[in-house]
């Protein structure tokens, strides 16, 4: 019979068409599962960052970390202390060394992480350096807690704010290392 080999045409066709689909949405669901792991990852790195703030008594317990390419191009603990300067948090000096080791001023090919929901001025530093995406860990709610009271910005980083919005993709992580370092140091903790 003609007809039967174009229907055994059309559904091989088919078959193909599905199995070129569930092995997209495969990969796909496995880059998902991936960027999560490395996003994790890179927030333990800015966690134990906060954590050496704590140790060595030079800030509040507040890490950042900046990524480029999968690799760590530079990072920094809260220095406010140490450096005798109130706009030494951890993302605007991590931004500083970013920027100097790369000889740029934009950092549009980076990911930054903190463990904390950045203040408005260190999210405005990540504004000007151009970078499209933050990973945090603790809310700003969890540092008011502890007694620092920089009025958040979280209205803008959650999307909430009734007029400007951020083009910068924001993502959290409920993070052990972060609600560690919180937790363990909320009585230590010294405010400025
Ligand atoms: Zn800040």
């Not at 792991?37 to 317990?61: H, I, Q, S, W």
């Not at 109130?86 to 993302?91: C, D, I, Q, R, S």
């Not at 958040?152 to 993070?175: L, P």
Request: hydrophobic content about 40%; charged content about 25%; some cysteine.
């Amino acid at each position: 019979m003609a007809w039967r080999p174009a229907v055994v045409g059309g559904v091989a066709a088919l078959l193909f068409v599905r199995q070129v689909y569930l092995t997209i949405r495969k990969k796909r669901a496995e880059s998902d599962q991936n960027e999560d792991e490395v996003d994790y990852n890179f927030l333990t790195a800015a966690a134990k960052e906060a954590e050496v703030a704590m140790r060595k008594e030079e800030g509040g317990p507040f890490g950042a970390v900046i990524v480029r390419n999968g690799e760590i191009v530079a990072q920094a603990h809260n220095e406010v202390l140490k450096q005798k300067d109130p706009t030494a948090h951890a993302e605007i000096l991590a931004i500083q060394k970013a920027c100097k080791k790369l000889g740029k001023i934009e950092l549009s090919d980076c990911v930054i992480y903190s463990s904390c929901e950045p203040c408005p001025m260190s999210f405005a530093a990540m504004y000007l350096a151009r970078l499209p995406r933050l990973v945090y860990g603790a809310q700003a709610e969890a540092a008011h807690d502890l007694g620092f009271d920089s009025s958040h910005i979280a209205d803008a980083i959650r999307g909430t704010s009734q007029f400007q919005k951020t083009n910068c993709i924001v993502k959290r992580i409920v993070h052990p290392e972060v609600c560690k370092v919180f937790w363990k140091n909320r009585t230590k903790v010294r405010i400025y």
